[in-house]
């Protein structure tokens, strides 16, 4: 990997800068950054050498008041003696990134971690202490070096909601102080409205992006257009949401690896980038989880042609105007109870403080999946560990994508096999495949035991 330096970051800024982010158009491109999900991650700077996406987000603050970052292989220092990361080499490719038009935001929270607010003045400090860090406050400690955010990402999939619109307030108090700069608030709630996490706080405070995970639920990308819910969210921008004009992107898995349901090919994308377009004005462009796994399968390149030769705002700044295509091969699904679609995650019985949750996967015709969500405090998925739970009335399992399933009557047990085990992990996403009679449902996540040694 090649280190960029600021000299290079300066020059390039000097020598020829693409047109700044542009948060009004329809055809942005999106991506996460820092968690090596594809296993070739590069330098950040290597994926802003081109025009691909227009919006980089930083790969987490999964840890917070008490602050935890998590960039995998993009950094490994930390300050002395210190927990907290120092990431020289991401500071200098922040401003390479933004001198090339990109934008840079820090995402926290995500699937796994330590974070939340006690209430509002718990959630107010911290906005203090992330201005300093991050933007343009001051601290003996800041993880980018003099590199300034271009805003922050709510990525909550556990915790409770409180003290996040207080958060937002002050945070954006801090913005108003610098007039020289454009800041944003984005979320990432999953596609079910209301979101289980962000749903009041959504409400409540003025966001400018949100970036809806269709994938890995009953309303993902692969279920387009029964159950793809894309209409929900854009009534939530016109009619809830504090921000008439904030911007809802259609979050998309970067390759079939990227996620347990969701994914679909890059024609498909675009036919239902294609279709929103034409019907919804919030739609802000394309999010995917992440740029490692994007740019690995190529489906990075088909979204960059898309949203060029359909949206509002090309690379050159002229206007787009492609005509439309609606997809017309409807995907055939099963009578869903909507209501048991989205449960909240629940303490599993087991020997180390566990949270479980069940969400729908892919559901046609007899045929489902189910994605399993286990959230540890612990690295308890190296080596042996096992998963039970009680399969609702009618189901079967026929395969689960890690461990080995066994079943004796509707008692599923899920064991690891430990030579495949070799990640320090708190938490693991599964799917689980089967067959289902009459109405699916999810399995009651009371039932669940993990255990772990």
């Known amino acids: 990997m090649r280190l960029l330096t600021s000299l290079l970051a300066v020059f390039a800024a000097t020598a020829g800068s693409s047109a700044a982010f542009d948060v009004s158009c329809n055809s942005n491109y999106a ?126 999939e556990g915790g409770s909601g409180a003290g996040y619109p207080a958060f937002i307030n002050q945070l954006r108090s801090h913005y108003a102080s610098d007039p020289s700069k454009k800041y944003y608030i984005a979320a990432a709630p999953q596609c079910p409205y209301p979101d289980s996490y962000l749903g009041t706080t959504l409400n409540s405070a003025w966001f400018d992006m949100v970036y809806v995970q269709f994938y890995n639920n009953f309303c993902g990308l692969n279920a387009y257009p029964t159950w793809f819910n894309f209409a929900d969210w854009d009534n939530w921008a016109k009619t809830k949401s504090l921000n008439k004009d904030v911007k809802v992107y259609i979050g998309a898995p970067g390759s079939p690896s990227a996620a347990s349901s969701g994914y679909v090919d890059g024609a498909t994308l675009t036919s239902i980038y294609n279709d929103v377009r034409s019907k919804y ?27 060029d030769a359909g949206g509002t705002c090309k690379h050159d700044g002229v206007s787009g105007g492609a005509s439309l295509s609606k997809r017309l091969d409807f995907n055939k ?111 009651e996540t009371n039932s669940a035991v993990f255990s772990s040694t």
């Not at 998590?70 to 991401?90: D, K, Q, V, W």
Request: include cysteine; charged fraction near 20%; proline fraction near 4%.
């Open 333 to 443: 699904v099963s009578l869903i109870t909507r209501p048991n679609l989205r449960p909240k995650p629940m303490s599993a019985k087991s020997n180390r403080p566990t949270r479980v949750e069940f969400v729908a996967g892919d559901i046609t015709d007899n045929k489902y999946s189910t994605v399993v969500k286990i959230q540890t405090n612990k690295n308890a998925f190296t080596g042996d560990w096992s998963f039970s739970f009680t399969l609702p009335e009618g189901q079967t399992v026929e395969s689960t994508s890690r461990g080995a399933a066994s079943i004796n009557n509707n008692a599923v047990t899920i064991k690891s096999d430990p030579s495949s085990e070799d990640a320090n992990n708190m938490a693991a996403i599964f799917k689980i495949v089967g067959t289902f009679k009459g109405t699916y449902a999810l399995p």
């Open 281 to 307: 004005s919030s739609l802000g462009g394309i999010m995917t989880w992440d740029v490692s796994q994007a740019r690995t399968s190529g489906i990075a390149k088909s979204i960059r042609a898309a949203l």
């Open 31 to 156: 991506s996460y950054y820092g968690q090596n999900s594809a296993r070739n991650q590069q330098s950040l700077g290597e994926y802003c050498k081109d025009a691909t996406e227009d919006l980089i987000v930083l790969a987490f603050m999964n840890g917070f008041p008490n602050i935890i970052l998590n960039f995998a292989n993009a950094c490994e220092t930390t300050f002395e003696g210190s927990t907290l990361l120092h990431c020289p080499n991401i500071a200098s490719d922040i401003k390479y990134c933004q001198s090339k038009g990109k934008a840079v935001i820090l995402s926290m929270g995500g699937a796994s971690g330590a974070y939340g607010f006690s209430g509002d003045s718990d959630a107010i400090a911290f906005a203090d202490t992330a201005w300093n860090m991050f933007f343009k406050g001051n601290s003996d400690k800041r993880p980018f070096d003099d590199a300034v955010l271009d805003g922050i990402d709510l990525d909550i």
